[in-house]
């Protein structure tokens, strides 16, 4: 199966995709897009896709969420994950040796989303299915629909329009064709779904009833030859005549389960140098309107015009229109509007954990869930427990799970080991390098002591512990290959006097980290929860970036992931709510500290500003009472650990992951 391959702008490096194949020498397609008005109708254009990719193959489904003018793209947030969960109805058609991949896009007007995505995923088909003509139609109205018809015109790719009239017990293929790169195409694809579904493949030529035995007999050898060149070993010529073309194809195709023909349409320009000329031409408008069975019409991505040059502009002219599209959302707040709408999930829609484990076991990736701990007897046990019986007995999602603690006091350690999680000491994990106090020091370490492709950190002072703080944040990473990194937010009520007080938490948070974020990274504003404690990444990343060892490691993970990564490489997800023990306002101050030295050093390094050196590193704190006056002088920098790569031990411990 073929690795996925994401370049969103900015988002290229969010996972590890194959190289681009080259085409296959059959001249099928790879890379197949499915845009879905209605994913309840996408199992005949799946298994359409799945035959015209030989060798195996990517089907990406499409969903596109329309935000109108006027409106910010973040508005579509919402219908955003309902398109996510209709899409996933889709993966039930997937069939062995054919990867499916699900895509939400927001956008304005979905044509020119599909132009998008298609040119991001180097498609190599678009396929769209189409219900048939509604009524009567006029001339003014759109072949197809205003959707379909503009993509068409656009032509990012080769083209595939579906009318469906069912998919099942294929028997005879017909395959009319007059010659010329489109039906050079559509006997190709009609070749390779008589394989599919073992059917006869008829290719269908009319010729006048009145023509000389000699015209007869050299249309016959042409298209003999045009089977022989371009089709297989299950296709046959059929020369029929006919005063009428499309009546006679009609009347074929009554013995026929499956029609496949190409356009014929040849652009031109009328006076005012507009464009002329059908969709696919006449006479297959008419055929994919008028016929009862299921009909494809396909095109091929370069016209049918006059000169190479009228070519090779017709080839820049799509190139510009894909440039057009990205441009409109290439701006820092259009970008963050559309990323918040298209990347922000729900844990909900990955509360199926059979499905989880299953695209698990069909990327042939494992998962490691570690929690940090200092001091936390009140709830590890809990955490631990459900961990194991939920994500590990039950659903085998998580393949290891570590405890790695920070010399805890209490009997935080003994809980977790009674309870079946391995537990280390941070500072007994490679002490060559000696020890730091901090949270970002253990999670650093915890990468050596893991070995999972997926790593994923839950914070442990949680009361109200749930399984989807680990499946909720790896979630999206096993459904969309784009990303790399997600963290979670959630509802966070604060505890004040015995009682539960909404909307209390995280204070940090805005009155520190997102100030500072917008003024100086707006490409990570749209994060809710920029310092939660809960989220998951690719460990091809993860080793590749430095870890602040104290507070800053999720404010320095969000940094240096997003330039690695962009925008499209990220990702986060909404766990609904977490009551957990809240600071004091001392050590909030002290945290906020160390935020802001760490924001100020990675601006003086990416912004070549010098601010860090200027700054202090220690933090003062008045303390006063009856008997004495003074301020208490504590350091508070935090130090920062390499990537893990760099460190030999690593490397020898994982040479496949970082070989």
């Not at 009318?163 to 694809?189: C, S, T």
């Not at 695209?359 to 200092?374: D, F």
């Not at 893991?450 to 096993?478: C, E, K, M």
């Not at 924001?599 to 009856?626: D, Q, V, Y």
Request: glycine content about 10%; some cysteine.
């Amino acid at each position: 199966m073929r690795g996925s391959s994401t370049t969103r702008r900015g988002s290229a490096a969010a996972s590890t995709p194959s190289p681009r194949a080259a085409p296959a020498k059959s001249g099928l397609p790879d890379r197949i897009l499915l845009p879905l008005a209605n994913p309840r109708t996408a199992a005949d254009l799946v298994t359409i896709g799945a035959g015209l990719m030989e060798h195996g193959g990517v089907l990406i489904a499409l969903g596109i969420v329309e935000v109108p003018e006027g409106m910010p793209l973040s508005d579509g947030a919402t219908r955003a994950r309902q398109a996510r969960r209709l899409l996933q109805r889709v993966l039930e058609f997937a069939p062995a040796g054919v990867e499916l991949r699900t895509i939400v896009r927001i956008g304005r007007r979905a044509a020119e989303g599909i132009v998008e995505v298609a040119a991001e995923e180097e498609s190599d088909l678009i396929i769209f299915g189409w219900g048939g003509p509604a009524g009567a139609k006029r001339s003014s109205e759109a072949v197809f629909s205003p959707t379909i018809d503009e993509v068409v015109r656009q032509a990012p790719c080769d083209i595939a329009v579906v009318k469906q009239r069912g998919i099942r017990d294929v028997r005879r293929v017909l395959a009319p064709v007059r010659g010329g790169p489109h039906a050079e195409l559509a006997l190709r694809f009609a070749s390779a779904l008589g394989r599919h579904f073992s059917a006869d493949v008829e290719v269908l030529h009319v010729v006048p009833p009145d023509v000389s035995d000699t015209v007869r007999s050299l249309a016959e050898r042409a298209l003999t030859s045009f089977v022989r060149q371009h089709g297989g070993d299950e296709t046959h010529p059929l020369l029929v005549p006919g005063t009428n073309v499309g009546e006679a194809i009609l009347h074929e195709a009554e013995e026929a389960q499956l029609v496949v023909m190409g356009g014929t349409a040849e652009p031109g320009t009328d006076a005012s140098g507009s464009a002329t000329g059908g969709l696919f031409g006449a006479l297959p408008e008419t055929i994919v309107q008028q016929a009862r069975q299921t009909v494809i019409v396909v095109k091929t991505r370069e016209r049918l015009t006059r000169t190479t040059f009228e070519r090779r502009s017709a080839q820049a002219e799509t190139l510009e229109a894909a440039d057009r599209a990205a441009e409109e959302g290439r701006s820092a707040p259009a970008r963050v509007d559309r990323w918040f709408a298209e990347s922000n999930f729900h844990h909900q829609e990955f509360g199926d954990l059979g499905r989880l484990v299953a695209l698990k076991q069909r990327q042939g990736i494992t998962i490691s869930a570690i929690l940090p701990t200092l001091n936390e007897a009140a709830t590890i046990g809990p955490i631990v427990r459900r961990t194991r019986r939920e994500l590990m007995e039950r659903f085998p999602l998580v393949d290891e799970l570590l405890v790695i603690d920070s010399s805890s006091t209490d009997e935080t350690c003994r809980i977790a080991e009674g309870e079946g999680a391995r537990v280390v000491q941070h500072a007994d994990v490679l002490p060559r390098y000696g020890s730091y106090r901090g949270k970002g020091e253990a999670l650093w370490k915890s990468l050596h002591e893991t070995n999972g492709d997926l790593v994923a950190w839950s914070d442990t002072d949680i009361q109200d512990w749930h399984p989807r703080f680990f499946y909720g944040t790896l979630g999206p990473l096993l459904s969309e290959p784009r990303i790399g990194y997600v963290k979670a937010y959630y509802q966070r009520p604060i505890v004040e006097g015995g009682l539960l007080k909404e909307g209390g938490g995280g204070r940090v948070t805005e009155l520190v980290a997102r100030p500072l974020i917008n003024l100086f990274f707006p490409e990570l504003s749209g994060y809710i929860q920029p310092l939660a404690g809960e989220y998951a990444g690719r460990r091809t990343h993860l080793e590749q970036i430095p870890f602040f060892t104290g507070y800053a490691v999720e404010i320095g993970h969000l940094i240096d992931l997003s330039e690695r990564l962009g925008l499209g490489g990220l990702g986060q997800v909404d766990l609904d709510t977490r009551i957990h023990r809240n600071q004091e306002l001392e050590g909030l101050s002290r945290m906020s500290f160390v935020i802001l030295q760490a924001i100020m050093k990675r601006l003086e390094e990416r912004k070549r500003a010098r601010l860090f050196a200027e700054l202090g590193s220690t933090m003062k704190l008045p303390r006063s009472s009856h008997s004495r006056l003074a301020l208490e002088v504590i350091e508070l920098a935090d130090q920062e650990r390499p990537p893990i790569v760099r460190i030999p031990e690593y490397v020898e411990r994982h040479p496949r992951d970082v070989g």
